[in-house]
Protein backbone atom coordinates (compact mmCIF):
# COMPACT_ATOMS: atom_id res chain seq x y z
CA UNK A 1 0.00 0.00 0.00
CA UNK A 2 1.48 3.63 -0.65
CA UNK A 3 0.12 6.43 0.87
CA UNK A 4 0.15 9.82 -0.64
CA UNK A 5 -0.77 12.86 1.35
CA UNK A 6 -1.04 16.61 -0.12
CA UNK A 7 -0.08 19.89 1.36
CA UNK A 8 0.23 23.43 0.14
CA UNK A 9 -3.68 24.54 -0.61
CA UNK A 10 -4.72 27.52 0.79
CA UNK A 11 -6.46 30.62 -0.25
CA UNK A 12 -5.27 33.09 -2.65
CA UNK A 13 -6.57 35.48 -4.63
CA UNK A 14 -6.92 35.62 -8.82
CA UNK A 15 -3.52 36.02 -10.06
CA UNK A 16 -1.41 34.42 -7.28
CA UNK A 17 0.77 31.94 -7.09
CA UNK A 18 0.42 28.22 -4.70
CA UNK A 19 3.09 25.30 -4.86
CA UNK A 20 1.23 21.92 -3.83
CA UNK A 21 3.05 19.19 -2.39
CA UNK A 22 2.54 15.53 -2.64
CA UNK A 23 4.83 13.32 -0.37
CA UNK A 24 4.75 9.24 -0.91
CA UNK A 25 5.20 6.99 1.70
CA UNK A 26 4.87 3.08 2.58
CA UNK A 27 5.53 0.14 -0.22
CA UNK A 28 6.81 2.31 -2.93
CA UNK A 29 8.86 1.28 -6.27
CA UNK A 30 11.59 2.62 -8.14
CA UNK A 31 9.50 3.48 -10.97
CA UNK A 32 6.13 5.47 -10.74
CA UNK A 33 4.31 7.75 -13.21
CA UNK A 34 2.36 10.35 -10.85
CA UNK A 35 0.22 13.66 -11.15
CA UNK A 36 -2.59 16.10 -10.32
CA UNK A 37 -5.86 16.09 -10.78
CA UNK A 38 -8.65 18.26 -9.54
CA UNK A 39 -12.58 18.49 -8.86
CA UNK A 40 -14.72 21.53 -8.44
CA UNK A 41 -18.18 21.50 -6.90
CA UNK A 42 -20.44 19.99 -9.49
CA UNK A 43 -17.92 19.14 -11.54
CA UNK A 44 -16.28 16.34 -13.18
CA UNK A 45 -12.39 15.19 -11.83
CA UNK A 46 -10.06 16.64 -14.38
CA UNK A 47 -6.18 15.88 -15.15
CA UNK A 48 -4.13 18.66 -14.71
CA UNK A 49 -0.75 17.84 -15.20
CA UNK A 50 0.83 14.63 -14.55
CA UNK A 51 4.57 12.89 -15.35
CA UNK A 52 5.77 9.66 -16.18
CA UNK A 53 8.74 7.55 -15.14
CA UNK A 54 10.89 9.42 -17.37
CA UNK A 55 10.14 12.31 -16.19
CA UNK A 56 7.88 13.46 -19.58
CA UNK A 57 5.15 15.61 -18.19
CA UNK A 58 1.57 16.15 -19.83
CA UNK A 59 -0.61 19.54 -19.09
CA UNK A 60 -4.05 20.25 -19.78
CA UNK A 61 -5.04 22.98 -22.10
CA UNK A 62 -6.82 25.17 -19.38
CA UNK A 63 -3.03 25.05 -17.03
CA UNK A 64 -0.81 25.07 -19.83
CA UNK A 65 1.82 27.31 -19.29
CA UNK A 66 0.66 28.50 -15.96
CA UNK A 67 1.41 25.03 -13.60
CA UNK A 68 4.43 23.10 -13.43
CA UNK A 69 4.69 19.69 -12.24
CA UNK A 70 7.98 18.49 -10.98
CA UNK A 71 9.32 15.49 -8.71
CA UNK A 72 12.06 14.58 -5.83
CA UNK A 73 12.90 11.07 -6.47
CA UNK A 74 15.00 10.84 -3.36
CA UNK A 75 11.98 12.50 -1.23
CA UNK A 76 8.92 10.90 -2.67
CA UNK A 77 7.50 13.94 -3.37
CA UNK A 78 5.92 15.18 -6.55
CA UNK A 79 4.81 19.02 -6.63
CA UNK A 80 2.65 21.33 -8.64
CA UNK A 81 3.72 25.07 -8.88
CA UNK A 82 0.89 27.04 -9.85
CA UNK A 83 0.81 30.99 -11.39
CA UNK A 84 -1.70 32.98 -12.79
CA UNK A 85 -4.20 31.25 -10.87
CA UNK A 86 -7.83 32.18 -11.92
CA UNK A 87 -11.53 31.82 -10.21
CA UNK A 88 -11.89 28.53 -12.54
CA UNK A 89 -8.98 26.93 -10.92
CA UNK A 90 -11.17 26.86 -7.56
CA UNK A 91 -10.95 22.53 -6.67
CA UNK A 92 -10.07 20.35 -4.36
CA UNK A 93 -6.75 19.04 -5.99
CA UNK A 94 -5.58 14.98 -5.34
CA UNK A 95 -2.46 13.52 -6.08
CA UNK A 96 -2.42 9.91 -7.76
CA UNK A 97 0.31 7.84 -8.96
CA UNK A 98 0.96 4.36 -10.16
CA UNK A 99 3.66 2.21 -9.88
CA UNK A 100 4.99 0.82 -13.56
CA UNK A 101 7.11 -2.05 -14.95
CA UNK A 102 7.34 -0.70 -18.48
CA UNK A 103 7.56 2.96 -19.65
CA UNK A 104 4.29 4.34 -20.29
CA UNK A 105 3.59 8.43 -21.87
CA UNK A 106 2.34 10.94 -19.37
CA UNK A 107 -1.47 9.56 -18.66
CA UNK A 108 -3.82 12.27 -18.07
CA UNK A 109 -7.06 10.13 -17.25
CA UNK A 110 -8.11 9.72 -13.61
CA UNK A 111 -8.94 5.94 -13.94
CA UNK A 112 -5.56 4.95 -15.28
CA UNK A 113 -4.19 5.81 -11.78
CA UNK A 114 -4.53 3.76 -8.65
CA UNK A 115 -2.71 5.39 -5.38
CA UNK A 116 -4.68 8.74 -4.28
CA UNK A 117 -4.38 11.10 -1.81
CA UNK A 118 -7.65 12.68 0.17
CA UNK A 119 -6.33 16.03 -1.49
CA UNK A 120 -6.30 19.69 -0.45
CA UNK A 121 -8.59 22.67 -1.18
CA UNK A 122 -7.64 25.23 -3.17
CA UNK A 123 -9.64 28.22 -3.03
CA UNK A 124 -9.49 31.37 -5.71
CA UNK A 125 -11.14 34.46 -4.83
CA UNK A 126 -11.75 37.01 -7.42
Known sequence: QVHLV???GG?????????LSCAASGNTYSNFCAGWFRQAPGKEREGVA?????????YADFVKGR???????????????MNSLKSEDDAVYYCAARDVIVG??????SNWYTFWGQGT???VSS
Open 50 to 58: VMNSAGLTR
Open 67 to 81: FTVTRDNAKNTLYLQ
Open 121 to 123: QVT
Open 6 to 8: ESG
Open 11 to 19: SVQAGGSLR
Open 104 to 109: YGPVLD
